[in-house]
């Protein structure tokens, strides 16, 4: 069974550390682990890096190995090209997952790249969005 894929761009390692009043107070590794609880016996491979090349890389792995990404790449989101282009070869499903609603905060934060390719949206259901992320991903996997 291939692995899905949670990939988390950069600054994701500090969350439950700082502005919890966007970010909520819950950590990455305790996402890592409610994760690991949603997806029973399939493989995940879950992941966080400051780095674009880094992030880009992952995505390149999961176009050889994964069965499907969900990807949270912060501030990413709205200036990478590259990781747009990186996606656009992945031929499985791409969701797309924002712990804030995006679309209720500052302009610059309006404009996703990744959207352009993901083929479904999350923001702003807190730490809670990928586990509800996962869900529907295993769900596109096994269509
Ligand atoms: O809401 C999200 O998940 C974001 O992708 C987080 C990004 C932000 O640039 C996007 O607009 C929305 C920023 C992540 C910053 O990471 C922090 C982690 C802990 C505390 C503060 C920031």
């Known amino acids: 069974m291939k692995p899905v894929y949670v990939l988390n761009g950069p600054n994701l390692n500090r969350l439950g550390k700082r ?14 682990e409610n994760c690991r609880k949603v997806v029973g016996d399939r493989p995940i491979i879950f992941r966080q ?14 176009i050889d190995e994964g069965a499907g990404i969900v990807i949270n790449p912060a501030a990413f989101t ?4 590259a ?3 990186a996606l ?6 791409v969701i797309e997952l924002h712990i804030s ?5 500052e302009q ?11 083929d479904a949206v999350i923001a702003g259901l807190g ?4 586990e509800a992320a996962l869900v529907a991903l295993l769900r596109l996997v096994r269509d």
Do not use: Q, W
């Open 127 to 130: 730490a809670y969005g990928y």
């Open 49 to 62: 890096t400051n780095s674009e090349e880094t992030l880009i890389g992952l995505v390149h792995e999961a």
């Open 88 to 93: 656009k070869m992945f031929e499985g499903p």
């Open 19 to 32: 502005e919890p009043h966007i970010y909520g107070t819950t950590t990455l590794a305790e996402i890592e």
């Open 108 to 118: 610059i934060y309006h404009k996703s790249y990744v959207s352009m390719r993901a």
């Open 101 to 105: 609603n995006i679309h209720k905060r």
């Open 78 to 81: 709205f200036t990478s090209l």
């Open 83 to 85: 990781l747009l282009d």
